[in-house]
């Protein structure tokens, strides 16, 4: 993937971005202010402490983007990821590298991949890991090859099989396997997936691409020996107006379990497939559910699925290039993603450090067969510590309630709400239907009284509610149906100026069945992060706020009703996160 140019309140809006890296690695914003590289002015700076994470993973400092080529192998999970040495803004990019045994504590070990060859002298973008038969591991990543960007499909492979972290790669001299043909174009044509092996006995990948602003998953085949690559006669698939298609993701799921499903496992009645990619105009990433026809080798979405910027998200938040590998260890698939910074650049410079990564994820596709489901991995339970805990607590219409006895700038949160009627939902506005669900949440937002909600979490709050990030849900009556906003929204999460920090009213709708009139949020709160899952995670929701006043300590929670239906919190079970072992 291409660096997101981060442009203070643009950012993850549907427009392009006015800001960019010149060819000499200086960034210029809107206004062409311009910052100097890092690598001459952050080597004396000291990671800042008031917000970095303490259990989502993160270096010790400098600039972190995609995760990539995640796999399990022989026991050890490997992740790799895009990473500055040299400073905290874009630039200088390696394949970092680190391993773990259970997804939450990671031990570093030396970069991977960094450019060093004719074929990626200018960068090594993003990619993905495969296993071969014989239990070969071999990553594919986006080499740039010259000053125009253009972009070459390259391979690294293990240099000691005998070392169990697979600490050094080597890439062999044969490379670059894939250069883009005189159809593509050659500085947007990046991040191959992980390989699959067809009923045919051949591997195929996708590269993501754009061709007249027509998003493109790009497809290669290759006999067994993986190192010849042929371009198929057309897309796996593509869709008009979408713009380009970065860090693309091809995988079946099951219908009939949670269980995850290897990458090659072949079409059936009990499979479907999902087609994931990040629009690089939204900012966000987008994922379909159809069929895989492997005789046509072309993906077609259900009907159900809408194929474009108003579709599926798997995030409605701060969540960017992701990528999921099969974890063969727990018969799972697991879901790694990107949440970069909402501050400023001269922000990122001063504190040294700049990006995150959500909680991994399991990802499995709901009973319905109409969209995926994720959950934080079991794993993170084991920082769970001091525990709280709420049963059968009323909330009439404008009360609040604290959350206290536990570190709440560091927690994880579940509640159950329920309600006894429907009948005080508000009527759905028809003016709404062209909107996106976080418009519909800068307009009814938590301070906004209503009928059926808003009701929820304030996260990150001061003691006076100076700041606070309310996630919420809010219920609206549509035709013959309902419909659940379920919001983040982080217009009131700093004092800090909204000209130089972007905080924006995140949303999503929840397809939920309220037959048992309960809705259940969990929340992980991580001094600079909320991360939220509505609905046992159908809607989930990445925030990343910057509070002045709720910070360690001095941060407050409650849970809030601000609408006329009398809400109760069935339980609340709230713990205290230790810090993982991430340096």
Known sequence: MEILRKCSSLWALPILLLCFFNNNGVFVDASHKVYMHLQSTTSHVDANKVHRT????????????????????NGVYHLFYQYNPKGAIWGNIVWAHSVSTDLINWIPLEPAIYPSKVFDKYGTWSGSATILPGNK?????????DANKTQVQNYAIPANMSDPYLRKWIKPDNNPLIVADKTINKSQFRDPTTAWMGRDGNWRILVGSVRNHRGKAIMYKSNNNFMKWTKAKHPLHSAPGTGNWECPDFFPVSLKNEDGLDTSSYNGKDIKHVLKVSFDVTRFDHYTIGTYDTKKDKYFPDNTSIDGWKGLRLDYGNYYASKTFFDSGKNRRILLGWANESDTVDDDVRKGWAGVH???????LHSSGKQL????????????????QLNNQKLNKGKKVEIKGITVAQADVE???????????????????????????????STVQGGLGPFGLLTLASKNLEEYTPVFFRIFKAHDKYKVLMCSDASRSSLKNETTMYKPSFAGYVDVDLADKKLSLRSLIDNSVVESFGAGGKTCITSRVYPTLAIFDKAHLFAFNNGAETITIETLNAWSMANAKLH
């Open 373 to 388: 489901v994720q959950w934080p991995v079991q794993e993170l339970e084991t920082l769970r510590k001091k525990k709280v």
């Open 415 to 445: 509640v159950i709400f329920s309600f006894t009627s429907l009948d005080k939902a508000e009527p759905f506005d028809p003016s709404w239907a062209d909107l996106y669900a976080q418009d519909v949440c800068a307009i009814k937002g």
């Open 54 to 73: 303490g259990y989502h993973f993160q270096p010790p400092k400098n600039w972190i983007n995609d995760p990539n080529g995640p796999m399990y192998y």
């Open 137 to 145: 591991p071999v990553i594919l990543y986006t080499g740039i090859v």
């Open 358 to 364: 959500p909680i991994p994820r399991k990802i499995w």
